[in-house]
């Protein structure tokens, strides 16, 4: 890959490749990406689930986490000059602050349904994504992101930030007045990038100092565990390697060790690194769990990531998710930038490669969430194209610096889609 060198924002050295036709590519793939997904977002600004030929799936509640995501996903298109993205990232905004806050509680409901169905559980994950749209859009200059922003970092500070631990827990009752024995990784994972985002949007030190306690405790326990992260934990914060070991198609909490989660936690915590002006500090321990993750996730035969791993390796869930290979190409082209080792420059081809004759789909837009083992599409845990996020993020990663945010990095890298 031709590469141009040029400096981030936090003073480490970033490789972007130079005009070519996969750049030309990535650059088309990732508007089409945010034109199949404007349907998803409903005239009230809440983002509804959609099929797999992307049209709304209204057996589906309109979910926070979703909502959140293609806010961001708008917003970052927005800085880079899609045409239409700021329209649909103030609506998803507005439907963050007036269709799924909690007017009588506070915090964000977990999803509404038709009428007064609501899932009122409050959930850290949810919440995390609440702060990243409302930072990537109050850079992007949305209207009410900043407002929600500040409410948003509020409520996760308040009501899910365990000092003692540096965690977060991860869920509540809609009243706040009971909180779950349940600790997980994921959303403490998705809290470090939203609290990057924060720190990028806010300059608060604080933000980025708890992204930061947060990755190195992950760190910890995956180095104790032959880089494999612990994902379950009671509320001790005692890791509970068994937990779910009858669910292991679970869509949030599976059982055993996630390889995508283990590549998605190498990239923060080069983000980290970006973010803090720290270039080094975290190189060694991202390459260690991108390689467990890549020599327990990879089918070498056919290709594709399995969903998940028992504590020796060995696939649990055989499947392939889109959102597992997303990771791992964006993480591979981050330490290719980071290291400047050829071996994560091949990896990330080899893997776009496979991407795009099996995951993209070229008839009905966007990608098949969820692929067999002979890679053909198959909703057992994921039915439809829920959201772009993962997609959209992973293909336009390499055109832009690399900083601690995708916020931020959109904003220096201008409006390069216009």
Known sequence: MNADTTRTAAGSTSTQPACSADAAWRREHFVSLLRFAEASIRTDGA?????????PDTSHPVETWITARMAHTFAVGHLLGVSGAGEYAERAISGLREVLADAEFGGWLAARGEGDELVGT????????????????????????AELLTEALDVLDARFWEPERNLHLDERSRDWSSTSEYRGVNANMHSVEALL?????????????????????????AEANEWRIPEHFDASWEPQLEYNADRPRDQFKPYGATPGHGLEWARLLLQIDAEAGTPGRRTEAAAALFDSAVAD???????????TTD????????????????????????????TGDERYTALEREWWAWI???????????????LDTENRPSGIT???????????????LPELPLTG?????AQQAGQILA
């Open 405 to 409: 945010s995708f916020a931020a990095s």
């Open 311 to 338: 504590w020796t390796g060995t696939p649990v869930e055989p499947r392939r998710f889109h959102w597992v290979a997303a990771e791992g190409a964006a993480t591979a082209n981050v330490l290719a930038r980071v």
């Open 122 to 145: 409050k959930e850290a994950y949810a919440h995390a994504f609440v702060v990243l749209a409302s930072s990537t859009g109050k850079v992007a200059g949305i209207a009410g992101a």
């Open 356 to 370: 795009r004759e099996n995951l993209v789909d070229t008839e009905h837009g966007s990608w098949h969430h969820e």
């Open 197 to 221: 985002a924060a720190h990028a949007a806010t300059g608060d030190l604080k933000w980025l100092e708890r992204a930061s306690a947060i990755g190195d405790q992950v760190v910890a326990w």
């Open 297 to 307: 996730g990879w089918d070498t035969d056919g290709g594709g990531f399995v969903y």
């Open 382 to 396: 994921w039915v439809g194209k829920p959201d772009v996020y993962h997609a959209a993020q992973a293909v336009i």
């Open 47 to 55: 983002a509804q689930w959609l099929d797999d030929e992307g049209r």
